[in-house]
């Protein structure tokens, strides 16, 4: 089982995280299914819309499976375990869709750095957020200490990373990170979802690239993404991809 179970909803794809008796730590496998999960939804066009969901109500995620890395050599940890996990969370960042992470439970370390992948978080009353590394002799390491600090102010992340407290879901609603606390935050999401799903998908999609750039996520991409959508749409592009089939010389038009 990887873990990872997709459903489809309508125009809604459900991701929902699915180890409950680990409080949905992640483990290698759910990583590989997360991915390929991820994969499949940007080259769907049938999907406008992604949830983030958790099996249970105790956790969203507390995290990596301590099992997945414990044993790791340093050079193993460093160049294959973070940056898969990187690789993995960038890619939910960048994906092309609006994404919803549904806290029903407590997000610490890696599960907080997952929602934190998502566009909006709908959080329960009784979930908290947390960076609990240091307490097992590590750091951040899938993007809370840089993506996080784009969505938490810095003594906030401070708070978790540096003294091991935990944020409690008012703090974090106040202070923008969750969109909404709510006794069934799947309900919330979903309402949340239903009204994204009936907007333009392409003006969504460009809205979204057009906010990561300004705010750095992966601001090279996106500028040569928007760049190439434009000239995608010009009749000189048409002309020089016919000119090069035809092998002869493209005479554009500028248009």
């Excluded at 873990?3 to 008796?21: S, Y």
């Excluded at 029903?104 to 998502?118: M, V």
Aim: aromatic share 4%; glycine share 8%; with cysteine.
């Amino acid at each position: 089982m990887s873990g990872v179970r997709f459903e489809q909803r309508g125009r809604i794809t459900e991701l929902r995280l699915d180890n409950p008796a680990k409080m949905n730590a992640l483990t290698v496998e759910m990583l590989g299914a997360l991915s390929a999960h991820l994969e499949r939804i940007e080259r769907d066009p049938a999907i406008a819309a992604v949830m983030l969901t958790a099996e249970g109500d105790r956790a969203f995620c507390t995290g990596a499976d301590i099992n997945g890395w414990g044993d790791l050599t340093p050079a193993e940890f460093a160049r294959h375990w973070v940056r898969d996990g990187h690789r993995i969370f960038d890619r939910l960042a960048r994906l092309s869709k609006p994404t919803l992470a549904v806290l029903n439970g407590h997000a610490f370390g890696g599960g907080l750095e997952l929602a934190a992948a998502c566009d909006l978080r709908v959080m329960a009353p009784k979930a908290a957020l947390a960076l609990p590394e240091a307490g097992v002799g590590i750091v951040p390491g899938w993007s809370g200490t840089q993506r996080l600090l784009r969505l938490l102010p810095e003594p906030m992340v401070k708070e978790m990373a540096l003294f091991g407290h935990r944020i409690k879901a008012d703090r974090a609603l106040a202070c923008g990170f969750v969109a909404a606390v709510d006794e069934d935050p799947r309900a919330a999401a979903l309402a949340l979802l239903e009204r994204a799903v009936t907007l333009s998908p392409r003006a969504v999609e460009v809205a979204k690239t057009m906010i990561h750039a300004a705010q750095g996520e992966d601001r090279a991409a996106m500028v040569e993404a928007l760049g190439s959508a434009a000239i995608a749409a010009t009749d000189d592009r048409a002309e020089g991809v016919a000119a090069f089939r035809d092998k002869r010389t493209p005479d554009f038009s500028g248009k």
